[in-house]
């Protein structure tokens, strides 16, 4: 790191007490530490990415500060993803038009991302080489799709076999009344190819069958990005398929109010039959004895608006955009679940206490095999 900076969105602040923060206010980001010597705190002043490592060192010297004890707090605060580089000619991989298009991203990846980097526009570049095949552009799917292109992953692929259909038009985002009996595919590439010159979208007009169908798919992308929900075994296909070809997948959708997101990592923990098979563990002498017989007959609706279809969309883009750049590092193999009717509840799910048989599909013991990147 040639000139090192404190990133302005982790800025210090110095509290009563000779205790500093740094980090923010967001939980996960933020931390206090004592400093009854406002040393560190005169660091962090002279850090505004003016100066090399070796220079703040010098710098702190003439305080009497400690040599090896500067370089050691300035790389203790690189380590935790408070710093980085200022040098101009990091970005020279990105075209100007580039740079302007991203900035904002490249400001909220840097806010998120934990690990020291060799450059400020580490995720953007990482998104740029990035391969990403979205199955399923409904609801979910048409608004991750959009995230993704618009967030500047360089190959975003979309794989849907129905028509446009005025039911659609109150949450499917990228979709108008005059697409109605159109490809979705067709017009996904078409709106998406709109809203980012710079990303290769393309598409396939096909329906998903079985773990096969995935593994042609999935092979050659760095995400499987799932937000079909039929028929109902689609998740354990593509958790068989990407297990097979190696394939980081995350999906997504809604129950009602309830918007879930999954991601997985083959070969770093439990897949997503372990957790499956540990939340019927968990329902266990609670099974279901009767259903309500007039709901034996009755049709279900798709019960979603355009809210719950962005956020669940949202979201499942947000978990791909983590597996292409690690920013921000969410841990893997599980999934995860927020209610919208009651704001503060969310929670997530995982193989967590498991009978510690093996999985008849991956192999694995499941319940201390976590990961994070």
């Not at 967001?26 to 010597?37: C, M, Q, R, Y």
């Not at 490592?53 to 305080?63: D, K, N, P, Q």
């Amino acid at each position: 790191m040639k000139y090192p900076r404190i990133k302005y969105t982790h800025r210090p602040r110095l509290l009563a007490g000779g205790r500093v923060s740094i980090g923010g206010i967001v939980f996960g980001l933020a931390s206090e530490f004592n400093d009854p010597e406002h040393r560190v705190w005169a660091l962090l002043n002279e850090m505004d990415g003016t100066r090399t490592r070796e220079e703040l060192v010098a710098r702190m010297a003439e305080t009497g500060a400690d040599e090896k004890v500067t370089a050691s707090v300035i790389d203790t605060l690189a380590a935790a993803g408070h710093v980085e580089d200022a040098d101009p000619d990091l970005a020279e991989n990105l075209t100007q038009a580039e740079r302007d298009r991203y900035d904002r991203g490249r400001a909220f990846f840097s806010w998120v991302d934990k690990s020291p980097r060799s450059s400020p526009w580490h995720a953007q570049e990482r998104l740029r080489s990035a391969r990403a095949v979205v199955v399923g552009v409904g609801g979910t799917g048409a608004a991750a799709a959009a995230a993704l292109t618009m967030s500047g992953v360089g190959h975003v692929h979309c794989v849907e076999p129905d028509v446009v259909e005025l039911s659609n038009l109150n949450r499917q985002i990228i979709y108008t009344e005059s697409d109605i009996g159109r490809s979705k595919v067709e017009v996904a590439v078409e709106q998406l190819r709109a809203r980012n010159s710079a990303v290769a979208v393309s598409g396939e007009r096909r329906s998903v069958n079985g773990p096969d169908d995935l593994k042609q798919i999935a092979g050659g992308f760095d995400v499987l990005v799932l937000s079909a929900d039929r028929p109902d075994e689609i998740r354990y296909w593509a958790n068989e398929a990407c297990l097979a070809t190696g394939t980081p997948w995350v999906h997504g959708g809604y129950h009602g109010p309830q918007v879930s997101c999954g991601v997985f990592l083959p070969g770093t923990g439990p897949c997503y039959a372990c957790v499956q098979r540990r939340q019927t563990e968990r329902r266990a002498g609670r099974d279901v004895v009767a259903e309500w017989e007039p709901g034996k007959s009755t049709d279900p609706v798709n019960a979603a608006n355009a809210v719950s279809a962005m956020v669940s969309g949202g979201l499942l883009a947000h978990l791909a955009l983590s597996v292409i750049t690690g920013a921000p590092p969410i841990p893997a193999n599980r999934i995860y679940a927020h209610n919208l009717m009651v704001m503060d509840h969310a929670f997530a799910l995982s193989a967590s206490g498991a009978d510690g048989e093996r999985c008849d599909v991956c192999g694995g013991g499941g319940p201390d095999e976590t990961h994070e990147r």
